[in-house]
């Protein structure tokens, strides 16, 4: 088997790093939400060697994820744990959580069940940092978002699409995870942080 290889992921692990640097300057541990390939995982671990790094995915991903963490040999990652945010959230002692591109990859009911998990899982103040593409007033930010999102509904998920930031902030909201920064990004993408109140 050969590593899984996400060319978008080469493409935003650096600009990801760079912002969460600055978010997380203390020693922390991190869980990630939908680490897919692992490349997120192996990039942002090594540059923030201060952040102890848990990926996880659903069962069938850990197999490629592993190539990339094997290979890497960094203290601060740990081996992926199945996490299905609709079915089974381990127990885990988190600071901070984590998750590129999968908010429009999954339901809205699969949103809420997302934010509902993470708010359990954090303490007061703990941060949770949501990159991906969102919509701003109902309205697609470019041209690429209206074709993936097109992609997203008849090829992965009849009800996955990109989600309107105004409706994260309010269902994160529902549980305590207050929208804190917006910070834009490479290729009409955003990181979104939010902290749990
Ligand atoms: C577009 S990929 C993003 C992968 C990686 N984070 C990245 O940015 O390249 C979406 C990820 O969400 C994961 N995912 C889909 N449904 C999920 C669920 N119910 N619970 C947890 N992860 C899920 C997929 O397995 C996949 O790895």
Redesign the pocket.
């Known amino acids: 088997m050969q590593k899984p290889i996400?060319e978008?992921?080469l493409r935003n692990q650096a600009p990801i790093a760079e912002a969460l640097k600055k978010l997380l300057p203390k020693a922390a541990q991190l869980l990630e939400?939908?680490?897919?390939?692992g490349?997120?995982a192996v990039f942002c671990a090594k540059e923030l060697p201060h952040v102890v790094w848990q990926p996880s995915?659903?069962a069938?991903?850990h197999a490629g994820m592993k190539l990339w963490i094997d290979e890497a040999l960094l203290d601060n990652l740990l081996n992926p744990l199945e996490?299905?945010?609709?079915q089974s959230w381990p127990a885990l002692d988190v600071d901070h959580v984590f998750?590129?591109?999968?908010v429009h990859?999954?339901a809205v009911s699969?949103v809420v069940n997302m934010f509902t998990g993470i708010t359990r899982l954090l303490e007061k103040e703990g941060l949770f940092i949501m990159?991906g593409p969102v919509n701003i007033n109902g309205e697609y930010t470019s041209e690429g978002n209206v074709r993936l999102d097109e992609w997203l509904k008849s090829c992965v998920n009849p009800l996955a699409g990109i989600k309107d930031l105004a409706d994260l902030e309010r269902l994160a909201k529902d549980q305590n995870l207050i929208l804190i920064d917006n910070l834009a990004m490479p290729a009409n993408n955003r990181l979104l942080v939010f902290q749990k109140r």
């Open positions: 996400s978008a992921c939400i939908g680490s897919g390939t490349q997120h995915d659903l069938q991903h996490l299905d945010v609709d998750t590129a591109n999968t990859y999954i699969s990159y």
